[in-house]
C-alpha cells in the first residue's frame, strides 16, 4: 500500500533559495514547528507565480506543505501556499553591512539545526532580523551577539568572565574555546590553544551574550572588531568549518577600517 500523503502549516522562514530548472526554487526553510525543511516550489520563477515574491530569503511566511512519505525528513517536500507574515527583505538588501550580518545568521543557523523544532532558536532569528532591520544598531554587534546567544542555546554558552576550568572570577586574558571560555593563568596552559583577549574585549564579549546593550554600544570599533575575530573563531571551532558569510563580514571590517 502507498505511504499516504501528509499536507500541514508552519510558519516558517526561509533560509536559503535555489534555482531548480527553468521555473522551480529548492528552498531551505526553518519552520517554527518543523525545525530545517527541504522543500521544492514548483513554477514559482514564472512571472505568473502568485508566491514567488513571497519565497525569498529573509522572509517569514505560512507556508502549506505537502510530503509523499510523512516518515522520511530527507526527501524535498513540497510548498502549495505561501502567505506573507513578515519580510525583512527590502530593509535588509539596501545596506551591505545588514546584508552581510542577516547572512552569517541565517548561514549559521542553517549549520546549528535539523529537522527537530527548535522554538528558541526560531524566536532569537526573528529577534536577530527585526534588530538588524531597524537599523538602531550596529549590525556586526547584533551579529556577534546573535551567534553566541544562538551557538548558547545550542549547548555551547562560553564564560567570558570566570575561569571555564576553575571558576576563579576575572577577568582574564585568555580564551580556550575547549575549555569553554575565558580561563585563568594557571589553567590556560594545560587548555590547548588558547586565543588572547584584551579586558575590554572581554567585557563587550560578556555584554553581547548577556544583551547589555548600553556596555556593548559603548565600546569602541577596535574592540568590536577584537571581539568579531573571537566570535567568529567560536562559530568555526564549534561548527567545524568557518562560514562562507564571514569572506562578506571580513569586507566589512576592511571597509570600515579604510573609511576610519
Known amino acids: 500500500m502507498a505511504t499516504p500523503m501528509r499536507s500541514y502549516g508552519d510558519e516558517v522562514v526561509v533560509l536559503r533559495a535555489q534555482q531548480l530548472g527553468e521555473a522551480d526554487r529548492i528552498l531551505t526553510l526553518f519552520g517554527r514547528e518543523r525545525g530545517k525543511i527541504r522543500a ?3 513554477g514559482v520563477r514564472r512571472t505568473n507565480s502568485k508566491i514567488g515574491g513571497r519565497l525569498e530569503p529573509f522572509a517569514v511566511v505560512d507556508a502549506q506543505l505537502y510530503s509523499k512519505n510523512p516518515d522520511d525528513r530527507s ?6 501556499q505561501a502567505v506573507t507574515v513578515e519580510s525583512f527583505a527590502e530593509a535588509i ?3 551591505y553591512e545588514r546584508y552581510a550580518a542577516a547572512n552569517a545568521m541565517v548561514e549559521s543557523v542553517d549549520e546549528i ?3 527537530e523544532p527548535a522554538a528558541l532558536q526560531y524566536a ?3 529577534q536577530g532580523l527585526r534588530s538588524l532591520t531597524s537599523g538602531e544598531r550596529d549590525p556586526l554587534l547584533e551579529l556577534d551577539a546573535y551567534l553566541l546567544r544562538s551557538l548558547s542555546l545550542a549547548g555551547w554558552e562560553p564564560s567570558f568572565n570566570e575561569c571555564a576550568r576553575c571558576g576563579a572570577p576575572g577577568p582574564h586574558a585568555r580564551i580556550s574555546f575547549a575549555a569553554g571560555g575565558a580561563v585563568c593563568a594557571s589553567c590556560a596552559p594545560g587548555c590547548g590553544a588558547t586565543l588572547a583577549a584584551h579586558i575590554d574585549t572581554m567585557r563587550l564579549l560578556w555584554a553581547l551574550l548577556a544583551g547589555n546593550w548600553r556596555v556593548a554600544e559603548g565600546s569602541d570599533q577596535a574592540t568590536r572588531a577584537d571581539a568579531s575575530r573571537i566570535v567568529k573563531a567560536y562559530v568555526t571551532y564549534h561548527l567545524d568549518r568557518q562560514l562562507k558569510s564571514f569572506t562578506a563580514i571580513d569586507e566589512v571590517w576592511r571597509m570600515r577600517n579604510a573609511g576610519g
Open 93 to 95: 538588501v539596501a545596506d
Open 40 to 42: 521544492v516550489a514548483r
Open 75 to 80: 526527501r524535498l517536500e513540497t510548498v502549495t
Open 113 to 115: 539545526i535539523d529537522a
Open 124 to 126: 532569537l532569528l526573528l
